[in-house]
Nanobody, 129 residues
Framework: QVQLVESGGGLVQAGGSLRLSCTAS????????MGWFRQAEGKEREFVAA????????FVPDSVKGRFTISRDNAKNTVYLQMDSLKPEDTAVYHC??????????????????????WGQGTQVTVSS
């Protein structure tokens, strides 16, 4: 069973940048389509980015489009979330997640929490105004 660990969170001023990393043990990330979600205090977990196994396709919602970029380096068994132009409303715990669905010729880019099988514990991102 793959175990995911996020890192790179911290405190940053509005307008700043952070790069989050998600590494895996007990499995190879190249076997999974990957996603990033965030959960602010008192709110539901929210989708922020997804990437296919090969990294050839990505998807981000309008709320972070143009500011957040997801990428991966399968050789390093790592997925990244580059966050630029951060806003106070981006403050949350950020989680990476792995989607184990395998269908020949189909790579799912899902925004649904229900489609992800493995989750990391998260890393806190705090954006001050």
């Amino acid at each position: 069973q793959v175990q995911l660990v996020e890192s790179g969170g911290g405190l940053v001023q509005a307008g700043g940048s952070l790069r989050l990393s998600c590494t895996a043990s007990g499995g190879t990330l190249s076997s999974y389509n990957m996603g990033w979600f965030r959960q602010a205090e008192g709110k539901e977990r929210e989708f922020v980015a997804a990437i296919t196994r090969s990294g050839s396709n990505t998807f981000v919602p309008d709320s972070v489009k143009g500011r957040f970029t997801i990428s991966r380096d399968n050789a390093k068994n790592t997925v990244y979330l580059q966050m630029d132009s951060l806003k106070p409303e981006d403050t949350a715990v950020y989680h990476c997640a792995a989607d184990s669905l395998v269908i020949s010729g189909y790579d799912r880019l899902s925004a649904s929490r229900m489609d992800y099988d493995y989750w990391g514990q998260g890393t806190q991102v705090t954006v001050s105004s």
